[in-house]
């Protein structure tokens, strides 16, 4: 498709179960990242993603939140037992990735994610 | 300190005036800076981006930016209430790494 794409895009689950993100970016996109917006706040910054490159998973909240992402392509972020307080938004957004374009982010809608 | 700061607002402006919205920074080493703007319910998009200081207008749009003062700005002219939205600074650092402030919620009165 033509932009990024996530999925899915509403999910609830129960307190205790594990949940996978999935996130499409835009093809020939290099660089990836997930955010976590809650209610009427600002993005909070989890994984990035650059080529083939280590990922910056300084975002992270807890050892319970991981992310792949396989090759240039899909990433998945994985929250295992999932508590009430990892309810949000989870956005992907996916950039060109080299100096001149750095910062010119392209989101998908995101998941809602409500853990009950 | 966070690393990127906003006024959370709401800013309130009538129909016609212009909105200025403010940001500022934490890490010298940063090196490009951006505007999101996100309607309610809706992903961010991009808006504007600033690498060099002084002004850089589009349209009605003009972002400003003091490397000195590590302060970034958006000015608004002639505000909309469709410009009515959440309006978010981002800054890159040298690793490619985006941070964003909380953004400001920005309210255009008819």
């Known amino acids: 498709g033509a932009g990024v794409s996530q999925s899915p895009s509403n999910k609830v689950t129960e307190k205790g179960k594990d949940v996978e993100l999935r996130c499409d970016p835009i093809s020939g996109h290099t660089a990836l990242y997930w955010y976590r917006q809650r209610l009427g706040q600002g993005l909070e910054f989890l994984i990035y993603?650059?080529?083939?490159?280590?990922?910056?998973k300084s975002g992270l909240p807890s050892d319970r939140f991981s992310a792949e992402r396989t090759g240039e392509s899909v990433s998945t972020l994985t929250i295992q037992r999932t508590q009430q307080e990892d309810s949000a938004v989870y956005l992907c957004a996916s950039s060109p990735g080299h100096q001149a374009l750095g910062g010119k982010l392209f989101f998908g809608s995101g998941t809602q994610l409500s853990v009950l | 300190q966070k690393e990127v700061e906003q006024n959370s607002g709401p800013l309130s402006v009538p129909e016609g005036a212009i909105a200025s919205l403010n940001c500022t920074y934490s890490?010298?080493?940063?090196?490009?800076f951006f505007w999101y703007r996100q309607y309610s319910g809706k992903s961010p998009e991009l808006i504007m981006f600033?690498?060099?200081?002084g002004d850089k207008e589009d349209g009605r749009f003009t972002a400003q930016l003091n490397k000195a003062s590590q302060y970034v700005s958006l000015l608004i002219r002639d505000s909309q209430p469709s410009d009515s939205a959440t309006y978010l600074c981002a800054v890159r650092n040298a690793g490619n790494m985006l941070t964003f402030g909380g953004g400001t919620r920005l309210m255009v009165k008819p």
């Open positions: 600033i690498y060099s200081n």
């Open positions: 993603f650059q080529g083939n490159s280590a990922p910056d």
């Open positions: 890490d010298r080493g940063s090196q490009s």
